[in-house]
């Protein structure tokens, strides 16, 4: 059965680093373009970060791009991001999601929980 199992969140202080992963099996990883989004309390679920099934092109939300970075795996049906500098606008439940156009699959983790605060 398809599984997506985010892991790596955390209570952390401003400015320090996390980095989130993202265990996939189930279905062809290498196949399905990758991303993270999050949800703050009280918000809508945002895209954070994308990268194509070959890894050759990544985007970022305004907001965390030159701090995150999103890397995959293959392999390892792994996909990961990498948190710098957080902030604690960061604070949300981070989760990944599995996407393919054709044909149409989209499949979610549960999340992770990121906090940052002082």
């Known amino acids: 059965q398809v599984q997506l199992v985010e892991s790596g969140g955390e209570l952390v202080q401003p400015g320090e680093s996390l980095r989130l992963s993202c265990a996939a099996s189930g279905f062809t990883f290498s196949m399905h373009v990758m991303k993270w989004y999050r949800q703050a309390p009280g918000k809508e679920r945002e895209l954070v970060a994308f990268i194509t099934s070959t890894g050759s092109i990544t985007t970022y939300a305004d907001s965390v791009k030159g701090r995150f970075t999103i890397s995959r795996d293959n392999a390892k049906n792994t996909v990961y991001l990498q948190m710098n500098r957080l902030k604690p606008e960061d604070t949300a439940v981070y989760y990944c999601?599995?996407?393919?156009?054709?044909?149409?699959?989209?499949?979610w983790g549960q999340g992770t929980q990121v906090t940052v605060s002082s």
């Open positions: 999601n599995a996407w393919r156009l054709t044909p149409k699959t989209d499949y």
